[in-house]
């Protein structure tokens, strides 16, 4: 157990609808980061905030939106879903505020996310 | 962008095999990362490195900046070893993950 939660861990939805995907970081893990992984893209960064603010961006589409609130538990909101939305998502924590990549991340156990 | 090769895409051992996992990428990186996702998903940090090797356990990583290679070796191979390893590469642009390789030890 890496200490990272999500929820929900399965989400299924129709085309053109928003979901929203909840990320709750280790206790003190300030940085959290969004990826997606599809069967044919893989693993990629989608986002990190660290305390609050955004940090870096990578290939996270413009109808997707995450923000990170106070107590540091992050979403992820996924709009005019479309079927190659279909994915796992993962939000990792790390403690520290180095941009994706610097630091070891622990990671959540995903949420599963199906358009049809 | 980075572009990340894993090699082999599938390998399938016996148990106590010597295993070893290679990660090759094209642009200059300040580190790089393995990953090992678990059958029903989970995904777990196993070595971040920017130089030379690293040793946990069964497992070591080793890292080649000059020739932009690291590998992943198990020693000792045991059945709980199946799962997809994944090498990531941090550059300018973020990190930038290989496709994994698929590994299943056979009793």
């Known amino acids: 157990d890496s200490g990272v939660t999500q929820t929900p861990k399965h989400l299924i939805t129709a085309t053109g609808q928003r979901v929203t995907l909840r990320c709750s970081p280790r206790?003190?893990?300030?940085?959290v980061y969004w990826y997606q992984q599809s069967l044919d893209q893989g693993l990629q960064f989608l986002i990190q905030y660290y305390n609050g603010e955004e940090r870096a961006k990578g290939n996270i589409l413009e109808r997707f939106s995450a923000q990170q609130f106070p107590d540091l538990h992050s979403e992820l909101n996924l709009s005019s879903l479309e079927l190659g939305d279909s994915a796992l998502y993962f939000c990792?924590?790390?403690?520290?505020?180095?941009?994706?990549?610097?630091?070891?991340?622990?990671f959540g156990p995903g949420t599963r996310l199906t358009v049809l | 962008k980075n572009e990340v090769e894993q090699s082999p895409q599938n390998l399938t051992a016996q148990e106590g095999e010597f295993i070893t996992i290679n990660c090759s990428y094209s642009v200059g990186i300040s580190a790089l990362h393995w990953l090992q996702q678990h059958p029903g998903g989970g995904i777990v940090s196993l070595f971040m490195?920017?130089?030379g090797k690293k040793k946990h356990g069964r497992l070591i990583a080793t890292i080649n900046i000059q020739e932009k290679h690291s590998s992943l070796h198990i020693t000792a191979s045991h059945p709980r070893d199946s799962a997809v390893y994944i090498c990531a590469v941090k550059g300018a642009d973020g990190l930038t993950f290989g496709k994994g390789t698929h590994l299943i030890i056979q009793p």
């Open positions: 206790s003190g893990d300030l940085s």
């Open positions: 990792a924590s790390s403690v520290v505020h180095g941009t994706s990549g610097d630091n070891e991340q622990f």
């Open positions: 490195l920017s130089s």
